[in-house]
C-alpha cells in the first residue's frame, strides 16, 4: 500500500451544500494530486500540490478549491456542490520528478 | 494538446487465450507513459513506467512495450485474477499525466 487515506469513502449529499474531501498521506512525499473518475472520461486531474501552500489548477478545475497546510493532508472543497460533480475522486502521491503517481481507494461523491 | 487512446475498449478472454491492449497517444516531449491497474471500487495500482521507444518491460503474464507512437500490454496465458482494468497514461513536457479511458478485461475460466 501507498500509505494513503482518503476520506470519507462514500458521501452522499444536496446540491448547494459545502463538502470538504480529504487525502492524508504517511509517505512525506512532496507532490499530491486530486483527480476525478467519470465513465468514458478517464481520470481528469483537478487540481495539485508541488508543497506546502503550494498548489496550481488542472484540466477541470471550476467549482472546485484546494488547501496544503501539511506536507500529509490535501484538502479538496467543493464551495457548493452541483450534481455534475457526482464522481468517484482519487487522491495521487508523487515522490519526485522521475516518479510514478501512486493512488488511493478514492471517495464516491453522490450529490441530490 | 496531449492525447491517449486505448483500445479496445473491452476485452474478453477465455483463461490462457493471450491478448494484447492498445495505447496510442499524442504528446509533446514524452517524459514517461505509464500503465496502471485498477480493480473495482480500489484506485490504480501502478504496474509500469516506459521512457524510450523499444523499452519492455515484464511482470508475471504483463508485459509492456513502446514505440513512438503507441504501446501495448500483452497479456501471455491470463488468468480469472488478470481481470481488471488497465489504464494508460503519458507524461509529457508540462508534467502533468493525460489519462487513457481504459480497456476493461474479463477473463473467464
Known amino acids: 500500500d501507498a500509505g494513503i487515506t482518503q476520506s470519507p469513502r462514500h458521501k452522499v449529499t444536496e446540491t448547494g451544500t459545502p463538502v470538504t474531501l480529504r487525502c492524508h498521506q504517511t509517505?512525506?512525499?512532496?507532490?499530491m494530486y486530486w483527480y476525478r473518475q467519470d465513465p468514458g472520461h478517464g481520470l481528469r486531474l483537478i487540481h495539485y500540490?508541488?508543497?506546502?501552500?503550494?498548489?496550481d489548477k488542472g484540466e477541470v478545475s471550476d467549482g472546485y478549491s484546494v488547501s496544503r497546510s501539511k506536507t500529509e493532508d490535501f484538502l479538496l472543497t467543493l464551495e457548493s456542490a452541483t450534481s455534475s460533480q457526482t464522481s468517484v475522486y482519487f487522491c495521487?502521491?508523487?515522490?519526485?520528478?522521475?516518479?510514478?503517481?501512486?493512488f488511493g481507494d478514492g471517495t464516491r461523491l453522490s450529490i441530490l | 494538446e496531449d492525447q491517449v487512446t486505448q483500445s479496445p475498449e473491452a476485452l474478453r478472454l477465455q483463461e490462457g487465450e493471450s491478448s494484447s491492449l492498445n495505447c496510442s497517444y499524442t504528446?509533446?516531449?514524452?517524459?514517461?507513459l505509464f500503465w496502471y491497474r485498477q480493480d473495482p471500487g480500489k484506485g490504480p495500482e501502478f504496474l509500469f513506467t516506459?521512457?524510450?521507444a523499444g523499452e519492455e518491460k515484464e511482470k508475471e503474464r504483463l508485459k509492456a512495450t513502446l514505440t513512438k507512437k503507441e504501446s501495448f500490454l500483452h497479456i501471455t496465458a491470463p488468468k480469472p485474477e488478470d481481470s481488471a482494468t488497465y489504464l494508460c497514461?503519458?507524461?509529457?513536457?508540462?508534467?502533468?499525466?493525460?489519462f487513457g479511458a481504459g480497456t476493461q478485461v474479463v477473463v473467464t475460466p
Open positions: 495521487a502521491i508523487r515522490q519526485g520528478a522521475s516518479q510514478p503517481q501512486h
Open positions: 509517505e512525506n512525499h512532496r507532490y
Open positions: 500540490s508541488y508543497g506546502v501552500k503550494d498548489t
Open positions: 504528446v509533446s516531449g514524452l517524459r514517461g
Open positions: 516506459l521512457y524510450s
Open positions: 497514461a503519458v507524461r509529457g513536457s508540462w508534467g502533468k499525466l493525460q
